[in-house]
């Protein structure tokens, strides 16, 4: 047994995409990523943002890179992956964390002007670009990244997916009255359940490759949510709450070392027990 118990978790000389990056949880997995000793590729279509957590992390002392990319475009894509590969010479990981999600925190309630996700009338514009952004954008960021990670010999991918990939919305929580009624819209299970098929894929198709690829399943994270939503949800978890965006991190971060070197096509639920009952 290795006498020091952190050091498979040492990311000291790889390199890490993270698309999504200035995302709620992105953030969070950049810098757990950039602290465990990786460089980190910031990834997002909004340049601003990523240029602006880039800078930040960079006055930190953290390497990093940021990429304006959009993931629904293949040549964008592998134009971001060409950039690492300039950059800093290999690509290790890839954190596929980007996603079209309804939010119903605050500010995002402000914005809402229509009902969200009834099905009978979603329209099939809003399903495709779901679709393209959730799906297809996992897949082409998989099928870029794979390719410097089998030259290299080693690679792990995380795929993010959601508990209401695993089992339904409880569409209650998303009532309230004297409101436009809302849903969490059919494409957000529908995707990440697809997601959760891809890792599987893809953990297969790359048996005896040396390329790891897991899923982490978060919980709903809590981000200035209203006390009716927050005691709704929290009412629907074993721990009674919801997570704070940083006990994320620690799952991440094992997924992506080699502490988890002996695990691949699996989901790692962190859902506070949303989905054990």
């Known amino acids: 047994m ?3 118990v952190f050091a498979p978790f040492d990311l000291t000389g790889r390199v890490s995409v993270v698309t999504g990056g200035p995302g709620l949880l992105g953030r969070q ?3 757990t990523l950039a602290g465990a000793g990786s460089a980190v590729v910031i990834v997002d279509i909004d340049g601003q943002k990523t240029a602006a957590l880039s800078e930040e992390m960079e006055k930190e002392g953290y390497r990093v890179l940021g990429s304006k990319t959009d993931i629904t475009h293949p040549a964008s894509v592998q134009s971001m992956v060409r950039s690492t590969l300039k950059t800093f010479g290999r ?3 890839l954190v596929n964390s980007a996603a079209l999600d309804p939010k119903f925190d605050p500010a995002a309630l402000a914005g809402q002007t229509t009902p969200l996700g009834s099905f009978e009338d979603y329209p099939v514009e809003s399903w495709k670009q779901a679709l393209d952004v959730n799906l297809t954008g996992t897949f082409l960021c998989c099928q870029a990244a794979v390719r410097p990670m089998l030259e290299q010999g080693r690679g792990v991918i995380i795929n993010i997916c959601s508990t ?3 089992v339904g919305p409880d569409q209650r929580l998303y009532q309230r009255e004297g409101r436009q009624t809302s849903y969490k819209p059919v494409y957000y ?3 990440k359940a ?3 098929g891809l890792t599987r894929y893809l953990a297969a198709y790359y048996a005896g490759r ?3 690829v897991n899923a982490l399943t978060p919980g709903g994270v809590f981000h200035g949510h209203e006390p009716e939503f927050l005691k709704a949800y929290s009412a629907r978890t074993v721990l009674g709450r919801m997570a704070e965006p940083q006990e994320m991190n620690g799952a991440l971060l094992f997924l992506a070392s ?3 070197s002996y695990m691949t096509g699996a989901n790692l639920v962190v859902d506070g027990g949303w989905t054990a009952w």
């Open 189 to 191: 299970s529908v995707t």
């Open 164 to 166: 209401y990939g695993l």
């Open 91 to 93: 690509l290790d990981i």
């Open 258 to 260: 080699d502490a988890s």
């Open 2 to 4: 290795d006498a020091n």
């Open 194 to 196: 697809g997601v959760l």
């Open 29 to 31: 997995f950049c810098r």
């Open 210 to 212: 040396n390329i790891r």
